[in-house]
């Protein structure tokens, strides 16, 4: 329904701040959704004051706080809302939306814990305590494959929805 103000689609995109799979997914997530002629908004951390995560730089976390989150969605009124990652824009958009009693979705895209408890010592399941936490307001949890979703279904989170990766058939082909 809404059109993004700040800048368009393809501009996002020219300036990866990384490339993975996160990045890739939501590149053609949102490529598709505009290919079908609505507004996509991005929010990302380069919107915000950022430092380097600890153990990896590439990563830029954001200083930002949930008053900048409904500013933006009351500004921008976007018919759907989805989160994409438990960092900080996240976690300020979480409490934006459930303060503003606006619903959303979602998304589990990496071991998190695993990856928390390989470089510092953090017990796995406090970290997913954290995750079932952040998840639990969604509307749906979006995970990749049926092994993840039994995973974080073993892990106790709720409302699981398989959201997989499709081929682009235009770069891979049997040929």
Request: proline share 7%; aromatic share 10%.
């Amino acid at each position: 329904r809404y059109q993004p103000r700040s800048r368009g689609l393809g501009d996002v995109y020219k300036r990866q701040p990384q490339v993975n799979g996160v990045v890739r997914t939501l590149q053609a997530t949102a490529a598709e959704i505009a290919r079908r002629d609505h507004g996509v908004r991005i929010v990302e951390p380069r919107e915000f004051q950022t430092f380097a995560m600890p153990t990896y730089p590439e990563i830029r976390l954001a200083v930002v706080m949930a008053g900048a989150m409904r500013a933006i969605l009351n500004r921008e009124r976007p018919d759907a809302v989805h989160i994409a990652t438990e960092g900080p824009v996240g976690w300020a958009m979480r409490q934006a939306c459930l303060t503003t009693r606006r619903s959303f979705t979602t998304s589990y895209h990496t071991r998190f814990p695993e990856y928390v408890s390989a470089r510092v010592p953090v017990p796995e399941w406090i970290t997913y305590a954290m995750l079932r936490h952040f998840h639990a307001r969604s509307a749906h949890v979006m995970v990749s494959t049926q092994r993840m979703r039994a995973e974080l279904a073993f892990h106790g989170f709720g409302k699981l929805a398989l959201w997989p990766r499709g081929v682009d058939a235009e770069l891979f082909r049997p040929d």
